[in-house]
């Protein structure tokens, strides 16, 4: 039986994920344009992630050129060729503009690198211009709406979880919603943590060190909240999961313990939590979650952002807060009421 998408709260259909250029076809590119492209990888000063994000995107690229520009060479390809670009994976592809961004600012990195290193060394190169600059702001849109787990929610999901002794999507869920942190970042949280001291007049432990988004293979060194409510789900996991392991968030199949993977916190969401709440339910809307409800119960927006989010600036901090204000908006045009009450007292 096919599962039926739920698309309770998306805005447009998904863009279809681009087919991985192989290495068949990723040898049908020309060859200066190959050469460059590895080049400039092997320079970059970039975590894993990232570098195998610039891979996919410039081995996108390289394959379009391929299919539609006729394997033009990098340095004929002019503004008006990445416009065509941009609109096919806008218009065919079904691109969000996010995803856009993202490959219009990769392929601009390369141009750059070009521009700046390659073009007083290479004839052929020493007009070449950055041809993604000065084109038209890529239009926003949105894929899905953001709808924020409420602490309602969250409790509901856990009571599921719970009876489907489901102890591994318990802490999962535990962690994204109380402590705030990334996919990446929870999969990097050590079993030690449940051995940590507590003192007595706190409600949270401090986890160790671990890699947050950002340049190169160090990232952004992070120390994360977990408040004590957390860690008897992540301690039942660690305790029937039957196995010994540094880190808490693993999987095992046979006899192989692994990390948890992305895939599996995107299909824990996907087909468990979405299924619960009978709406789309993503791995990002965690954090949005967390934030929203530390705001919503009073938090200052500055510990938020400091301890929480982990922003340099609260302006970040602010495009994570999904609050609706309802209450406070009831209080908007409150004045006339309030005259009406008082005109009606005096007579």
Same mark, same amino acid.
């Given at each position: 039986?096919?599962?039926?998408?739920?698309?309770?709260?998306?805005?447009?259909?998904?863009?279809?994920?681009?087919?991985?250029?192989?290495?068949?076809?990723?040898?049908?590119?020309n060859q200066?344009?190959?050469?460059?492209?590895?080049?400039?990888?092997?320079?970059?000063?970039?975590?894993?992630?990232?570098r195998?994000?610039?891979?996919?995107?410039?081995r996108?690229?390289?394959?379009?050129?391929?299919?539609?520009?006729?394997?033009?060479?990098?340095?004929?390809?002019?503004?008006?060729?990445?416009?065509?670009?941009?609109?096919?994976i806008?218009?065919?592809?079904?691109?969000?503009?996010?995803?856009? %961004?993202? *490959?219009? &600012?990769? @392929?601009?990195? !390369?141009?750059?690198? $070009?521009?700046?290193?390659?073009?007083? +060394?290479?004839p052929?190169y020493?007009?070449?211009?950055?041809?993604?600059?000065?084109l038209?702001?890529?239009?926003r849109?949105?894929?899905?709406e953001?709808?924020?787990?409420?602490k309602?929610?969250?409790?509901?999901?856990?009571?599921?979880?719970q009876?489907?002794?489901?102890?591994?999507?318990?802490?999962w869920?535990a962690?994204?919603?109380r402590? %705030?942190? *990334?996919? &990446?970042? @929870?999969i990097? !949280?050590k079993?030690? $943590?449940?051995?940590?001291?507590?003192? +007595?007049?706190?409600?949270?432990?401090?986890?160790?060190?671990?890699?947050g988004?950002?340049?190169?293979?160090?990232?952004?060194?992070?120390?994360?909240m977990?408040?004590?409510?957390?860690?008897?789900h992540l301690k039942?996991?660690?305790d029937?999961?039957?196995?010994?392991?540094?880190?808490?968030?693993?999987?095992?199949?046979?006899?192989?313990?692994r990390?948890?993977?992305?895939?599996?916190a995107?299909?824990f969401?996907?087909?468990?939590?979405?299924?619960?709440?009978?709406?789309?339910v993503?791995?990002?809307?965690?954090?949005?979650?967390?934030?929203?409800?530390?705001?919503?119960?009073?938090?200052?927006?500055k510990?938020?952002?400091?301890f929480?989010a982990?922003?340099n600036?609260?302006?970040?901090t602010?495009?994570?807060?999904?609050?609706?204000?309802?209450?406070e908006k009831?209080?908007?045009?409150?004045?006339?009421?309030?005259?009406e009450?008082?005109?009606?007292?005096?007579?």
């Open positions: 039986m096919t599962k039926k998408e739920n698309k309770q709260n998306t805005l447009r259909d998904p863009a279809k994920k681009q087919a991985e250029v192989t290495e068949e076809m990723w040898l049908q590119v200066d344009y190959r050469e460059k492209v590895e080049e400039f990888v092997s320079v970059q000063d970039l975590s894993p992630a990232s195998k994000q610039y891979i996919s995107v410039l996108q690229f390289g394959w379009y050129t391929v299919t539609s520009m006729n394997n033009k060479v990098f340095h004929k390809i002019t503004k008006r060729d990445f416009m065509r670009y941009l609109s096919y806008r218009d065919n592809r079904k691109m969000s503009s996010s995803a856009i %961004g993202v *490959r219009k &600012s990769v @392929i601009s990195s !390369f141009c750059n690198h $070009i521009e700046n290193i390659i073009a007083d +060394e290479e052929e020493k007009m070449f211009r950055n041809f993604t600059r000065g038209p702001a890529i239009a849109n949105r894929t899905y953001k709808v924020k787990v409420t309602d929610e969250y409790d509901l999901m856990l009571n599921v979880l009876e489907d002794e489901n102890w591994l999507g318990m802490a869920l962690t994204a919603f402590v %705030g942190a *990334r996919r &990446s970042e @929870i990097q !949280f079993t030690e $943590i449940l051995d940590y001291e507590i003192s +007595e007049d706190s409600d949270f432990v401090m986890s160790h060190k671990v890699r988004k950002g340049k190169s293979v160090d990232g952004k060194v992070l120390e994360y977990i408040p004590l409510d957390v860690l008897p039942k996991w660690v029937m999961r039957g196995y010994e392991s540094e880190f808490i968030f693993t999987t095992k199949y046979g006899n192989e313990i990390p948890m993977s992305s895939a599996w995107d299909d969401c996907s087909n468990t939590l979405s299924d619960i709440l009978e709406r789309r993503n791995v990002h809307i965690f954090k949005n979650s967390c934030i929203t409800y530390l705001l919503e119960s009073g938090v200052d927006i510990l938020v952002s400091k929480v982990h922003h600036d609260i302006s970040t602010q495009i994570y807060d999904l609050r609706d204000f309802e209450d009831k209080k908007i045009f409150s004045t006339k009421k309030k005259v009450s008082e005109d009606k007292d005096e007579g």
